[in-house]
């Protein structure tokens, strides 16, 4: 089992909320990832960094932001919720030297 | 426009044959590509990887071809059980240094019938 942790699993909230998703890793990894998955669908890289105070945005236009003050830790915020977040999102992590990336549980988000 | 394609959606098999998944690319120079096995309302774990200068990759009953010029990847499980029924990903990096995020395919969900 991967040592990354995302909080909370499951999460219900309204339309407009501001919220933010946990992720932390205890490999010491540099590199985290954001994806967002949809049920069959495949997964898009919406956030990354590369270590401290760096974060670059993915492919997928998202109204969510990151922030990486440490390195085991990596939330996605977002600021005001809307029904078509509804989806699933994995955080990853890797180390320098190697390119295998380490998924969490996910947090399966759902907005009404 | 870049496009990663896994044959199919979906792939039944008895148990005790092979199951042969595939992965196509288009637009990409990929430096090296990955399998990943991802089980419903989980995140994906990783399993074998295999470099752009490799031509095949074995890990116990799981085997990788890479081929560039196709633009290609196959991904085998031989003696497959219904153990092995999960979604199964590709996904590239195009960089050599490992800098870039990965891209990953739709998947394919594989289903081992006993």
């Known amino acids: 089992e991967a040592d990354i942790y995302q909080t909370p699993r499951y999460l219900v909230i309204g339309t407009g909320k501001k919220i933010t998703l946990e992720c932390s890793q205890t490999?010491?990894?540099?590199?985290m990832y954001w994806y967002q998955q949809d049920p069959g669908m495949e997964l898009h890289l919406i956030h990354y960094?590369?270590?401290?105070?760096?974060?670059e945005k993915g492919d997928l236009s998202s109204e969510s932001t990151v922030s990486r003050i440490r390195t085991e830790h990596f939330p996605l915020t977002l600021e005001s919720a809307r029904p078509s977040h509804t989806s699933q999102y994995l955080c990853?992590?890797?180390?320098?030297?190697?390119?295998?990336?380490?998924f969490g549980q996910g947090t399966r988000l759902t907005v009404v | 426009s870049q496009k990663i394609e896994q044959n199919s959606e979906a792939l039944n098999i008895q148990e005790g044959k092979t199951a042969t998944l595939t992965c196509n690319y288009t637009?990409?120079?990929?430096?090296?590509l990955q399998w990943y096995r991802q089980d419903p309302g989980r995140g994906p774990v990783f399993l074998l990887l295999?470099?752009?200068?490799?031509k095949e990759k074995r890990k116990e009953r799981l085997k990788v071809t890479f081929d560039t010029t196709l633009k290609q990847s196959l991904f085998h499980i031989t003696a497959s059980q219904p153990a092995d029924s999960a979604t199964y990903l590709c996904?590239?990096?195009?960089?050599?240094?490992?800098?870039?995020?990965?891209?990953f395919g739709k998947g394919t969900r594989l289903s081992v019938i006993a």
């Open positions: 996904a590239l990096a195009t960089s050599r240094g490992g800098n870039t995020p990965l891209v």
């Open positions: 960094s590369y270590g401290v105070n760096s974060t």
């Open positions: 490999m010491g990894h540099d590199k």
């Open positions: 990853a992590s890797a180390s320098p030297i190697s390119t295998e990336a380490f």
């Open positions: 637009n990409y120079s990929p430096a090296y």
């Open positions: 295999i470099r752009e200068n490799e």
